[in-house]
């Protein structure tokens, strides 16, 4: 059954085109940097926003009109995947996402979960036989079940501790069967609400205890894969111990956990938890803890998690520096973790969500790859700190110098003389490159 009939595969007609279902500026097979842009880029869909999610939110009932939205329990479960796999190929997607009760629904026992989960696998194994798409990660959904109102691996409750330990395992020996290029922890529910009725050294004691586990499990079934950690701040839990990514690397250093983990970064998390994307993918890169990219924006006017396709291309751009100082994303992709407005309820608005999406990536990847060519802001931050290489700076650095000597030189050095950090400038010229980039891509 086709899904999207009227939908035909999307291509690359250029910016001049006029079809909504077309790529304006992603052209998978364009060399950037020296790889295509489908290599660059690594784009992913994520299956519960995009087959799962009705519209719902916390004032309103859902509004999405699909096509299978009239079945029920693994019917649906398998309409979703013939549908999924329909978007991927019209999308021309190298990858997608997904936890385990996106595929397949949630049975009254942990033994009627994996009888659920077993027939689906096998189906999407299946179709992945003869599709491109690959499964970028997968993920154990332990936050909406009521079991976990206290926490998964976090829990005050032995007991859910074990159903969680039992859905993770059950993951990875669904992420090697598929053959996913990572494995995700989101740790939802891991964190408090008070600390009034709060053991945190234990709950985070036990949180590493549950990754070590997952840790030698992989290995024994020899899923050698890239675990990835999450981040967000807050929500639904008031404090999340995985905050943000220098939290997260703290805690992964504190329990020794930071050769097996790399982070995966949304950027609505970012700026929830106070931040840029760009800051938190900075944090990552220059720690070698950059791994897979969440790809969303959250709206400045709205205080929770919005997750709205990116078009922001002054964010792209900068998160896409990032991404290309770090060499690329390795294993990684820019998964849309992102759902279509409550309004944009047609099947069709998944499309024109996606392109977006990805048109904007593409714009940012171009621009990033220019600046980085022309060694825009590094020639300048280079300068900036030019006093770090020569005299006392070099001093400084290469630890030859103590509060004694540094001492003696401020008393004779007089005072001091600043350079302007130019912010407002080096602004001007990123508009300026992505102006250009855009003008010379319509010629």
């Known amino acids: 059954m086709a899904y999207f009939e009227n939908i035909n595969k999307i291509k690359y007609e250029g910016p001049t085109s006029k079809n909504p279902f077309s790529f304006k500026y992603y052209n998978p097979e364009e060399i950037v940097n020296g790889a295509s842009m489908e290599e660059q880029l690594r784009f992913s869909v994520a299956y519960w926003h995009t087959f799962t999610a009705d519209g719902t939110d916390p004032f309103g009932s859902g509004t999405a009109i699909r096509p299978w939205n009239h079945l029920r329990g693994l019917d649906l479960a398998k ?35 994996y009888d659920n989960l077993d027939p689906i696998v096998a189906m999407i194994k299946e179709y992945m036989k003869t599709s491109k798409t690959k499964l970028l990660w997968n993920t154990a959904n332990m936050f909406t079940h009521p079991r976990y109102v206290h926490g998964a691996a976090t829990s005050n409750n032995a007991d859910v501790f074990a159903y969680a330990a039992a859905k993770v395992k059950k993951g990875l020996e669904i992420g090697k069967e598929l053959g996913a290029e990572n494995y995700v922890f989101w740790g939802g529910r891991e964190g408090y609400d008070t600390l009034l009725n709060t053991d945190m050294k234990l709950e985070q004691d036990n949180l590493a205890r549950f990754f070590h586990m997952a840790i030698d499990y992989a290995k024994e079934i020899n899923f050698n894969v890239p675990f990835l950690i999450e981040p967000k701040p807050k929500e639904p839990t008031k404090h999340q111990y995985d905050f943000d990514v220098a939290t997260g690397l703290a805690f992964l250093q504190k329990y020794d956990l930071q050769d097996h983990f790399k982070f995966n970064i949304e950027a609505n998390h970012a700026t929830l938890a106070g931040h840029t994307f760009e800051h938190e993918l900075r944090v990552a890169r220059i720690n070698g803890m950059l791994g897979s990219v969440d790809a969303n924006q959250g709206d400045t006017l709205i205080g929770w998690d919005t997750d709205e396709f990116p078009t922001d291309l002054y964010s792209t751009t900068l998160a896409m520096y990032e991404i290309l100082m770090n060499g690329g994303l390795g294993k990684g992709g820019l998964n849309f973790d992102a759902k279509v407005r409550r309004g944009s309820f047609e099947a069709e608005d998944l499309f024109h969500a996606h392109i977006a999406g990805m048109d904007s990536f593409a714009i940012g990847l171009k621009v990033a790859n220019k600046l980085i060519e022309d060694r825009v802001l590094e020639d300048f931050i280079a300068d900036r700190y030019a006093s770090f290489n020569e005299g006392i700076g070099l001093d400084i650095v290469e630890g030859r110098t103590n509060l004694h000597k540094l001492e003696q030189y401020a008393l004779a050095a007089g005072e001091v003389t600043n350079k302007s950090g130019r912010q407002e400038r080096l602004k001007a010229i990123v508009n300026q490159y992505l102006l250009e980039t855009l003008s010379t891509v319509r010629v």
């Open 79 to 113: 309409a979703r995947v013939e549908a999924a796999f329909e978007l991927f190929e019209k999308l021309n997607a190298p990858f997608f996402c997904f936890h385990d009760s996106d595929i397949a629904p949630e049975g009254n026992t942990l033994k009627e979960t």
